[in-house]
């Protein structure tokens, strides 16, 4: 790999941050909650017993303060695996690069990344309501098969048995898995249930809602919902996990997703003032990650 990046590729804002998240390394705690939407950053600022750094771009809202006297970074990341190379990329050079000099740091950083978002259930026993970890992510979005890595930093044998349960049109993208952090986990574990997360390129036909345009894969939700792997169901289905896992585990940091189940997609039900609930399940996490 190259260790003197081109400004062209490692683009800075005039500032000399990230030019996304607006953070460098010193701005940035090793234990980083990403969340989708820029106002849910807002409940940690009112969490935060005190707040050092803060930023604002585009759909990234970057917040590092002081809980309970342990030091957290809240960023939120948008929608879909796009949005989440980018954010990952950048948080990983912000904690491994030197941006003055443009070179790769000697000592690796690595960084624990929990995504505290929402999702979809594909259960009725998994109502609306519910906390869901991963502990495993199906990425059928398709971002890892540009990255160079290794099989031993994914999990291949879950893959093909998953290509070969779905039996997908060889038009779409080939489908990666990845294994979440057992340390991370762990810390949830009395707080949720475990699950594999389905991680979706889109929100309607990707996630099997059909409504001007029918889905090309009609039994989408049901071939995932019947897949299994080391005794745990595809519990769940989002757009962000499989990518924040694939990225994390090549750069070596952690992470782990946790989602409030706010649809059901088996009975048709949604949750639609989870906001209350949100709160709780992030001063839960933040009280256990501390």
Known sequence: MDN?????ELVLAPNGSLYHIYMTGENLADDIFLVGDPNRVNMFKEIFDSIEFESQNREIHSLTGSYHGHRFTALSTGMGCDNIDIVVTELDAAANIDLKSRTIRQNHRSLN?????T?????????TGSLVASAYAIGLDGLLNYYQHDDSQLEEAMTQAFVSHMQMPDRMARPYCVKGSKELLAKVANITKQGITATAPGFYAPQGRNIRIAPSIPDLNEKLASFQW???KVTNLEMETSAIYGLSRIMG???????LIIANRADGTFLNDYHSQMRDTIVGIMDRMG
């Open 230 to 232: 080391d005794g745990l």
């Open 4 to 8: 003197n990046f081109k400004s062209s």
């Open 253 to 259: 940091h952690n992470a782990l997703t946790v989602c």
């Open 119 to 127: 999702s979809g259930s594909l259960h009725s026993e998994i109502p």
């Open 113 to 117: 990344m929990v995504r505290i978002g």
